[in-house]
């Protein structure tokens, strides 16, 4: 992946805590918004989904395009921002 966002940068670096779901590197307010009406209101809610696809980042993107109408784009800085802050932290 090319360089990364400072959104990503500050996920990555420290831990999850309470963070919104808009914290996380490719979810705007409208992702976002989109995100909470199902019930991922927070970043940890979204990466309890993560870990359940057993942080296979193909099959998390497609979920989260299928599930708040993200582009490839932004579907994979959210697997990528997820899956470091996996590797850092767990």
Same mark, same amino acid.
């Given at each position: 992946?090319?360089? /990364? ?16 779901? /808009? ?16 019930? %991922?209101?927070?970043? %940890?809610?979204?990466?309890?989904? %993560?870990? &359940? &696809?057993?942080?296979? /980042?193909?099959?998390? /993107? ?18 990528? #921002?997820?899956?470091?802050? #996996?590797?850092? %932290?767990?």
């Amino acid at each position: 992946m090319s360089t /990364t966002s400072q959104k990503h940068r500050d996920f990555v670096g420290e831990p999850m805590g309470d963070k919104p779901v /808009t914290a996380l590197s490719g979810i705007g307010d409208s992702l976002g918004k989109k995100l909470e009406d199902q019930g %991922f209101d927070k970043a %940890f809610v979204v990466l309890g989904q %993560f870990l &359940l &696809l057993k942080k296979d /980042t193909e099959m998390f /993107t497609e979920w989260l395009k299928d599930a708040s109408g993200a582009n490839s784009r932004q579907a994979g800085s959210c697997a990528q #921002c997820l899956k470091e802050w #996996c590797d850092a %932290f767990l």
